[in-house]
């Protein structure tokens, strides 16, 4: 059965299921615990702000369909998005990882991030044509995933 689950920080983690059948995790051996979750966010995070440059964070507000997140956004434009319970704990891990913090709202996304993205889905474009040309051939090209 189909079952996303959704990992919060401070928060008790819910599978959700289609058609609003809901089931905690645990019930069924599934899913992490919260401080396990809370965890393994924070250790990616920071391996985040170790292994890059320049990393600046910016809050994005909640809207109808996600929560508070936290995206981090390195020099190269490369970037991680992570949900959080809310603008001022998503404030506070920024701080505690020694990192400048924006709001969204107030300063729009970092233009970097923007050319970062767009040579992603290049790349994904060149590589995506350079499997179909080998279709076709004797022996058999390389198969999209």
């Known amino acids: 059965m189909l ?5 919060l920080l401070g ?10 059948r809901r089931k905690r995790d645990g019930a069924d051996g599934a ?4 401080a396990d979750s809370k965890r393994e966010t924070l250790e990616h995070l920071q391996a ?9 964070a910016y809050i994005e507000p909640p809207n109808s369909q996600i ?18 319970p809310d603008p001022a704990t998503a404030r506070t891990v920024a701080i505690s990882l020694g990192i ?8 729009g996304y ?4 923007r050319d970062w993205n767009a040579a992603q889905r290049a790349a994904q474009r060149q590589g995506r044509q350079g ?15």
């Open 3 to 7: 079952s996303l689950t959704v990992a």
């Open 11 to 20: 928060s008790e983690a819910v599978s959700w299921r289609p058609f609003g």
């Open 31 to 34: 899913g992490a615990a919260p």
């Open 48 to 56: 985040f702000v170790a292994s890059r440059v320049g990393v600046e």
């Open 67 to 84: 929560q508070t997140t936290l995206l981090l956004v390195a020099t190269t434009g490369e970037w991680t998005r992570r949900k959080v």
């Open 100 to 107: 400048p913090v924006y709001d969204v709202n107030f300063t």
């Open 110 to 113: 970092p233009q970097r991030m």
């Open 131 to 145: 499997s179909q040309t080998g279709r076709g051939q004797a022996g058999g090209g390389a198969a999209d995933s």
